[in-house]
C-alpha cells in the first residue's frame, strides 16, 4: 500500500474502552514502546523529549528557590530499611533485592531504590553536624523501582523516572514551609504548564506517605473519571533524622534532631495530560511540552511546489529563530490531508499551512489542534500570532479538563449515594468522612475507592460521616484511581 493511502490507523473509541484508547494512542503516535522486562518501558524521543521539558521547567523552578540537584546510589543496604519500621512496611512488597554480584553472594542483601529517603538519611547524618549546616536543600533526577503487579504505561511502571526532594531544616515550622512551597510549586507547574487543573489538600493517615508525619497532594480527574495523584510533598518530622541520627549541634549548644521533608513527580504526569487532553483523534499534547509545537505544511499543486516550500522555509526558519519548536513536512509522496490527520493524532497544537494564493497575500493559515479553528494571518506577524495561538491552546484545554472535572464531581451524603453514583456516573466524589479507618475502609472495599485527599478549599463542607453518620471531621474527595 502506497503511503499516499495509509491514513491514521484507528483508534479505539474512549467511550468503547479508555484502556486500550490510551495504549493505541501512545503506540501509535510512539511516545513509548514495551520492554522484553514485565511492566518496564522504552521511552522513544517524543514521550521522552515531553519528560525532558517537564524536568527542564521543573529544574528551573527548584534551583529559583535555593534548590540543587546531586545523585545518590540507586543500590540501598537492607539494614537500612530496618531503621523506619513504617518505611520499610510500606514498601517491602514491591521492592526487588540483589542477592548476588560477580558469581558470589552478597552479605548483605541490596534493594534497588523505591525511594530514597533511608539512603539520603544516612549521608545526611554524616554531613549535618551544626545549625550552620542547615538547611540542606536537595534534589535528583533518578529511576526508581517497585514490582508493580498490575502496570500502565507512564502511569504504573515497575521502573520510573522522576525527581525526589530532600531537605532537612532546624525546625518544624521552617520545614512545614517547605513541605507547603514546594507544593504549591507543583500546583502552578501542572496548572500553568501542562494545562491539568488539579485538587490540593492533605492525605489521609492511611493513605499517607510510608514513614511521613503528613503528606500533601495534587490530584487530577482522568478523562475516564479516574483519578491521579499528580505529586506529594511530604513533611517527615524527625522520624527519619531519629533513625538515621541526623543530629546537630543547635543554638543553645544542645543536640538537636532535624526536621525533613521530601517531595517528587514523576513520568506519571506524561500519562496524565494524556489521559486528561486526548480525544478519538489521538493526543492533545499542551504546547509548553510538546516535541512539535508548530508544524508546516507547504500546499498547492506540483507546479508552484517549488515556490510554496522555499516560502515555508522562511517561515520556518523565522518561527526557529524565534525559539518555536517547529517541523517542516514538505513531502511529496504523502498528501496534506494525510499529513493534517497525522499530526493531530501525534498531538502537536498548531498546524501552519501555506499555498500559492497565500502567498500572493502575504498570508498563512494557522489550526489549533484543540479547537480545529482556523485563523488567516499576515505571514509579517507570523511569529506573534503563533506565540497567541499556542497560549490560546493551552488556555482552551486547561478550561476543558477544569469544565469536565466540575460536570463529573458529585456530592453525596451516605455510602448507599456514593455506590449508586459511581455505578452509573464517571468521575470523583465528595463526602463527610468521621476519621476513622474502619469507615474509610468500608468505602473503599464497597466502592473501590479511594480517599484522594481532604481538599484545602471546598464549596461545600459535610456534617456527617458518609458510612456511620457520626459528626465529619473532614470532607473528604474519594476517587477510584490509578
Keep these: 500500500m502506497s503511503k499516499e493511502k495509509q491514513f491514521v490507523s484507528e483508534i479505539t473509541p474512549q467511550q468503547e474502552d479508555f484502556s486500550r484508547w490510551y495504549i493505541d494512542v501512545i503506540k501509535k503516535a510512539e511516545l513509548m514502546d514495551y520492554s522484553p522486562v514485565r511492566g518496564c518501558i522504552v521511552f522513544r524521543p517524543d514521550g521522552f523529549e515531553i519528560w525532558e521539558h517537564i524536568r527542564e521547567e521543573l529544574d528551573r523552578r527548584f534551583k529559583e528557590t535555593g534548590h540543587r540537584n546531586a545523585y545518590f546510589p540507586m543500590f540501598i543496604p537492607e539494614s537500612f530499611f530496618q531503621k523506619e519500621k513504617e518505611h520499610v512496611e510500606g514498601f517491602n512488597p514491591e521492592l526487588p533485592w540483589v542477592t548476588e554480584a560477580g558469581g558470589e553472594k552478597l552479605e548483605e542483601r541490596l534493594a534497588i531504590r523505591p525511594t530514597s529517603e533511608t539512603m539520603i538519611g ?4 554524616k554531613w549535618i553536624q551544626s545549625y550552620r549546616d542547615l538547611p540542606v536543600l536537595i534534589n535528583q533526577w533518578a529511576n526508581v523501582v517497585r514490582w508493580e503487579k498490575r ?5 504504573r511502571t515497575s521502573e520510573f523516572l522522576w525527581q525526589e526532594g530532600h531537605t532537612a531544616h532546624e525546625t518544624e515550622e521552617e520545614a512545614r514551609h517547605e513541605t507547603m512551597q514546594m507544593l504549591q510549586i507543583y500546583k502552578e507547574f501542572v496548572e500553568g504548564y501542562l494545562a491539568i487543573p488539579v485538587i490540593v489538600g492533605q492525605k489521609t493517615p492511611s493513605e499517607k506517605f ?9 490530584e487530577a480527574m482522568m478523562k475516564d473519571g479516574r483519578a491521579v495523584q499528580a505529586g506529594t510533598s511530604h513533611y517527615l518530622g524527625t522520624n527519619f533524622a531519629v533513625a538515621f541520627d541526623i543530629q546537630y549541634l543547635g543554638r543553645e549548644n544542645s543536640m538537636e534532631y532535624a526536621h525533613t521533608t521530601s517531595w517528587g513527580v514523576s513520568t506519571r504526569l506524561i500519562g496524565s495530560l494524556i489521559m486528561v487532553h486526548g480525544d478519538d483523534r489521538g493526543l492533545v499534547l499542551p504546547p509548553k511540552v510538546a516535541p512539535t509545537q508548530v508544524v508546516v505544511i507547504p500546499i498547492g499543486p506540483a507546479k508552484l511546489r517549488d515556490q510554496v516550500v522555499s516560502r515555508a522555509d522562511e517561515l520556518f526558519a523565522e518561527l526557529k529563530t524565534a525559539g518555536v519548536r517547529v ?3 514538505d513531502r511529496s509522496d504523502v498528501s ?13 497544537p498548531v498546524r501552519l499551512e501555506i499555498g500559492p494564493r497565500d502567498m500572493e497575500n502575504g498570508v498563512c493559515v494557522l489550526v489549533s489542534r484543540v479547537t480545529g479553528e482556523k485563523r488567516i494571518v499576515e505571514q509579517a506577524k507570523l511569529t506573534e500570532e503563533v506565540e497567541k495561538m499556542l497560549n490560546d491552546v493551552h488556555s482552551e484545554m486547561f478550561n476543558r479538563a477544569l469544565q469536565f472535572r466540575q460536570e463529573n464531581f458529585y456530592s453525596v451524603d451516605t455510602i448507599d449515594e456514593m455506590k449508586a453514583s459511581m455505578e452509573e456516573k464517571r468521575g470523583f466524589t465528595l463526602a463527610g468522612w468521621c476519621g476513622s479507618d474502619a469507615c474509610e475502609n468500608q468505602v473503599k472495599e464497597e466502592t473501590g475507592a479511594t480517599s484522594r485527599n481532604i481538599p484545602f478549599t471546598v464549596d461545600e463542607h459535610k456534617s456527617s460521616c458518609l458510612v456511620c453518620g457520626e459528626k465529619a471531621k473532614h470532607t473528604v474527595v474519594f476517587a477510584r484511581a490509578y
Design 210 to 218: 510510608a514513614g511521613a508525619v503528613d503528606t500533601y497532594s495534587i
Design 151 to 155: 502496570t500502565m504505561p507512564f502511569l
Design 122 to 125: 544516612h549521608m545526611y547524618s
Design 336 to 348: 496534506p490531508g494525510w499529513k493534517f490527520n497525522e499530526y493531530e493524532m501525534r498531538g502537536v
Design 327 to 329: 517541523r517542516m513536512d
